[in-house]
């Protein structure tokens, strides 16, 4: 997809070895960690529809957590800066197998039994999948839905995904799904997922539904464009973007690069020189598209921040 536009699509292989079902662009594969983006969306839409906040601890959701989770909030689960431990290492550590089931009792059977993170939260950054479990519950308690409902209502539906789904049971067939394998013994053998929880992992889609979902920040058709989520006219005052540059490169220690199209010159010009006031680093790059600039601005800048209208160029 280029621009919003489809340039090419194409399956190759078998969905299923025993069957010898050839894959096509509706084969739902199992998605693992891509599966986060979604669940990530919808929190983010519960807190526009006022049922949350990324500032709120997630003991206020999940007080069953021991009191070292005071401090976490939806936010950090959200950045993998909470310091909540991986459940899956946790399991590696222990003996158990990847393939062994887990059930949401049981992952939080877990969680319960932890007494301390693995970090002070806010203070590094750990990629897990506790951590977006704990946010799929979180979804579940304050909507009354299971991700997979929440997720139906608030992405699938409205985009067109209808067969997208998080599985919550692993024993639950979805037509249309590719099968998963591993070598063992010098033979194929099935290898599907056989986790409960979902949140981190879970998510069965395809080619064809994801490019609805990538299309949805071309041309959005749920949430806030990317361009209007960082300041552009459409929806926030260049002073409420600038709070936002402000407060993300002062958490990340990061300097920011504005970027924006010929059309948004003077509002990164405002927002730019707003941020430098503030004694953030920043860098307006309007109207500056050549991949030379990406690159020089990378290594200088660990923060880069789009207006509305703003394509980024193609390595080509």
Known sequence: MRGGKIVYTGAYGLADLEHKTPLTGASLFNMASVSKQFTAFTVLQLQQEGLLKLTDPVRKYIPELD????????????????????????????????????????????????T?????????????????????????????????????????????????????????????????????????????????VVGGSGLYSSIDEMLLWAKNFHQPVIGVSPGAAYG???????????????RIAIEEKASVAVFGSDSEKALCEEISAAVLRRGVVAANLAGRT???????????????????GFQFPSVR
């Open 67 to 114: 009191a070292f989770a005071n401090d976490i909030t939806l936010y950090q689960l959200l950045t993998h800066t909470g310091g909540v431990r991986d459940f899956v290492a946790m399991g590696e550590i222990a003996g158990t197998s990847p393939e062994t089931s887990m059930t949401e009792q049981a992952f939080m059977d877990i969680m319960t039994r932890q």
């Open 116 to 196: 301390a993170g693995d970090f002070v939260p806010g203070t590094s950054f750990v990629y897990g999948n506790s951590d977006y479990v704990l946010l799929s519950l979180v979804v579940k308690r304050v909507s009354g839905q299971t991700l997979n409902a929440a997720a139906r209502k608030r992405i699938f539906a409205p985009l067109g995904m209808k067969h997208s789904i998080f599985r919550h049971d692993h024993r639950a067939a979805i037509p249309g799904m590719a099968t998963g394998y591993a070598m063992k013994d010098g033979a194929w053998q099935a290898a599907n997922d056989g986790q409960d």
């Open 232 to 246: 552009g006219a459409k929806r926030w005052t260049a002073d409420g973007f600038t709070e936002t540059a402000i």
């Open 290 to 308: 050549s991949l030379r600039d990406f690159i020089d601005m990378a290594s200088a800048c660990r923060l880069f921040l789009a207006v509305a």
